[in-house]
């Protein structure tokens, strides 16, 4: 993620500021990749903390209209839950829309969101995080960081945040859009397999008996071994973390072995093998920085010859020069 400018100031904001520290009100506009005050924001601003700007002809910004769903407010603490998934979403948004996704120059669908609480006035319900046919189901008692670890530790997972998951669920849905392409179809198939396999009986065979021996040499993660499908959004998922996080340690001025070339873009890079040569550097880095203090470490993963394969593969058809 990018550093951004004060539109009055010039002082550094943040992805998430609404405000600079000389007071100007201030709101993000994804159409020019940075901050103004001279629009309207967007109506959830108040109720959500939305900082985006409004769409020219809608009262909500372009995130906060692919949400047709939300949860149960009359319970206390959903509508906090919301509004942090909502601010994982636009993260994860507006780094799609430097590949070209979601903008005014892409005709394709968007995806819906159905943000849903398990809590409820009736009483405590189920909710299956997924995607299906463009709709994406966000559970949102994982915006809550103490019920996130729970489940993380209890499925044995070494990494999930809110953003993990919606850019899991979203990689699914641009799987149904690169699919309209012959030549991804079969790059695809000669990477990750099959994806007409039958879905439901490889996922049950997944959580009854775990990854097979060996997964760790062609997959990214354990559950990216359940099925092609899974393992095409895990690996699209990890592209969109590596180059966010290149993006991130790059624009906050930070440098390994030979500094980035100015006005370096990860999100253009040309080139994916040197990208996540990069990447992984970096994650390798910050990992034994976050050591020295007792911190998780930020990228928990050791890519192989094949995920590097499949990880080029996903950054060249998230990224628009491919599709064009």
Known sequence: MKIFHCPGCSADLFFDNLACSCGLAVGYDPAAQSFTSLVRFCANRDNLGCNWTSAPDHPLCTSCQMTSMHPDLSVQGNATLWARAEAAKRHVLAGLMRWGWFTAGDSGPRPEFHMLAEATSQGS???????????????????????????????????????GHFRHEIAHFL???????????????????????????????????????????????????????????????????????????TAAGLGLGVPATPGYDAFRAPDPAQLLDRAIAIGVAMNHVNRAVGQPDLYPFVNTPATREKLAFALNWLSASARA
């Open 125 to 163: 319900v189920d909710v299956t995080m997924g995607h299906a046919a463009g709709l994406v189901t966000i559970n949102l008692a994982e915006a809550d960081a103490l019920e996130r670890v729970r489940r993380r530790e209890m499925l044995g997972e070494p990494y999930r945040t809110m953003i």
């Open 175 to 249: 799987f149904e859009r690169l699919s309209d392409s012959g030549a991804f179809r079969n790059g695809f198939r000669s990477l990750f397999g099959d994806e007409t396999q039958d879905y439901g009986a490889a996922l049950a065979r997944h959580y009854q008996q775990g990854p097979p021996l060996g997964w760790q040499g062609a997959h990214i993660t354990a559950y990216a071994a359940a099925h092609p499908h899974e393992d095409w959004a895990e690996t699209a998922a990890h592209a969109m973390h590596l180059t966010d996080l290149t993006d991130s340690f």
